[in-house]
């Protein structure tokens, strides 16, 4: 079995016959080895026979079902004028062999401004979709995120949006006008959909995967993918080094290698490592994005937050992280360009303003009023402030 890994991404790119890996015989094995690289889909399409029927049968309506109700919001998109792109899931669609599906577990896409959201939270609130999580915003308030999810008889269906910008890093960015003015159609289940040019969808994979310390075969095989087709490679090579990301696409190529040569290990980090690969990630690519005359205290802050975010995430000391809210204030993060938490005060729609008291921050916008935070944890006696303010002005 230890040549496993090299088997899965050479079924998967073709390069292997499929009878080689019919000599594989524990389903179970390869079924968890495939759910963990997000190879599966790639495995029901090419060797369904590896699934019982009533497996198969489940993971193919499930995938249908799922992209059903997203392209159902597609074309809703569509209808309404919303400026958008779908990102990875469905735009690798275009670059993978006809026979071979691409695993994708949710939905990516980018919104190109603030603007577009609103419309978008507003169709999928319609269509049964909650707010999941904590929505933010960042860089000046110019870009963020949201997820949304919408469960049916226990199908979860999660898409998760970017505005504004694609998020290269904790604090940077990528905003660029071309995205939009060079993006593409095709066509998936008779609905068209809208992907970014070839070469920004290798721009994109390159900074997805080269700066995520978890590596999963199926990244591997996008990038072979997306590489086989005929893109602009002196555009994408100006714009990775303009954008510092020349050693996340080295990774991406080393993946290759190692697959290759059969020694592909999947690293598994403690907290200590995990905060160790991002400092580590940030040395060549975010600290040379700060060019103010604050730049110590913007990268201290900067580190300060990530560690107390990573601690947050991992459940730990949280009964004392509340009281770093006062040395991480919002406010402050905001005009860094970091990202700051909004939390659900409620859902009356106000314009796009801000308002502060002492260190509390809530934002009034056209899908409810938010009050601002750095690590989503709060004292009782801030929120009662923050609603105060939020039913001030109602």
């Known amino acids: 079995m230890g040549d496993l890994n090299k088997k899965l991404f050479f079924l998967c790119t073709g390069r292997i016959d499929a009878k080689e890996f019919e000599k594989l015989e524990d389903k179970a094995f390869i079924y968890k080895n495939a759910l963990e690289h997000r190879l599966l889909d790639s495995l029901l399409s090419l060797k369904p026979m590896f699934f ?81 999580n904590y929505p933010y915003v960042a860089n000046q308030k110019k870009c963020g995120g949201a997820l949304y999810r ?80 005929e893109y602009d490679t002196q555009f994408v090579d100006t714009y990775l080094k303009k954008l510092k990301l020349k050693k996340a696409e080295k990774v991406l190529l080393n993946m290759l290698f190692q697959l290759e040569q059969n020694a592909f290990k999947n690293s598994k980090r403690g907290l200590i490592n995990e905060l160790y690969y991002r400092f580590r990630t940030d040395l060549y690519h975010i600290i040379p994005t700060y060019r103010s005359n604050h730049v110590i205290s913007r990268i201290v802050n900067h580190y300060v937050r990530l560690v107390l975010i990573t601690l947050v995430e991992k459940d730990i000391l949280l009964s004392q992280l509340i009281y770093f809210n006062k040395f991480v204030s919002p406010s402050l993060y905001l005009r860094l360009g970091l990202p700051v938490y909004l939390i659900q005060l409620d859902m009356n729609k106000h314009a796009f303003h801000w308002q502060t008291k002492g260190t509390i921050l809530i934002v009034k916008t056209p899908i409810g009023t938010f009050m601002a935070s750095s690590l989503c944890l709060n004292r009782e006696e801030d929120f009662e402030i923050a609603h105060n303010m939020a039913n001030a002005n109602s």
Not at 73 to 91: D, E, P, T
Request: glycine share 4%; charged share 25%; aromatic share 12%.
């Open 150 to 229: 919408k469960i049916t008889d226990g199908l979860t269906v999660d898409i998760e949006i970017n505005i504004g910008g694609f998020p290269l890093s904790e604090c940077t960015w990528l905003v660029e006008p071309l995205i939009w003015s060079t993006k593409q159609i095709i066509v998936v289940d008779d609905e068209p959909i809208y992907i970014p040019s070839d070469e920004f969808n290798m721009i994109i994979l390159i900074a997805e995967v080269g700066t995520n310390g978890k590596k999963r075969i199926r990244d591997a095989v996008d990038f072979y993918y997306v590489s086989q087709c």
């Open 52 to 132: 019982d029927n009533d497996t198969l049968t489940s993971l193919k309506s499930e995938k249908a079902n799922k992209r059903r109700s997203f392209l159902d919001i597609m074309n809703s998109f569509n209808q309404a004028n919303i400026n958008y792109v779908c990102l990875k899931g469905l735009a690798m669609k275009k670059y993978y062999p006809s026979h071979l599906e691409r695993q994708s577990n949710d939905y990516d896409l980018l919104l190109k401004d603030f603007k577009d959201f609103w419309k978008a939270h507003d169709i999928l609130l319609e269509k049964g979709y909650s707010l999941e």
